[in-house]
């Protein structure tokens, strides 16, 4: 299984970008969830975690944040 992350820009929502990453072994599992709370139509926070377990491998990210449009 191989990890990728397509993005784009909201002014060219057309020209999309991608990235790979690394294959993930076949012995693992990989959970992640996140959520958001939108403070009001122009500002929310988020927060996601994943894990990766595996034969000898344990990999965990976090990320949090807060996204403002103006």
Same mark, same amino acid.
């Given at each position: 299984?191989?990890? $990728?992350?397509? /993005? +784009?820009? =909201?002014? +060219?929502?057309?020209?999309?970008?991608?990235?790979? &990453?690394?294959? *993930? /072994?076949? $012995?693992?599992?990989?959970? +992640? $969830?996140? &959520?958001?709370? +939108?403070?009001?139509?122009? /500002?929310?926070?988020?927060?996601?975690?994943?894990?990766? *377990?595996? @034969?000898?491998?344990? @990999?965990?990210?976090? *990320? =949090?944040? *807060? @996204?403002?449009?103006?």
């Amino acid at each position: 299984m191989s990890q $990728t992350v397509n /993005a +784009a820009f =909201a002014s +060219a929502p057309d020209d999309v970008y991608q990235a790979g &990453g690394t294959p *993930l /072994a076949r $012995t693992i599992a990989h959970v +992640a $969830t996140d &959520g958001e709370w +939108a403070i009001n139509e122009r /500002a929310w926070v988020f927060a996601r975690v994943s894990v990766d *377990l595996g @034969n000898h491998e344990q @990999n965990d990210s976090r *990320l =949090a944040g *807060l @996204n403002w449009k103006w």
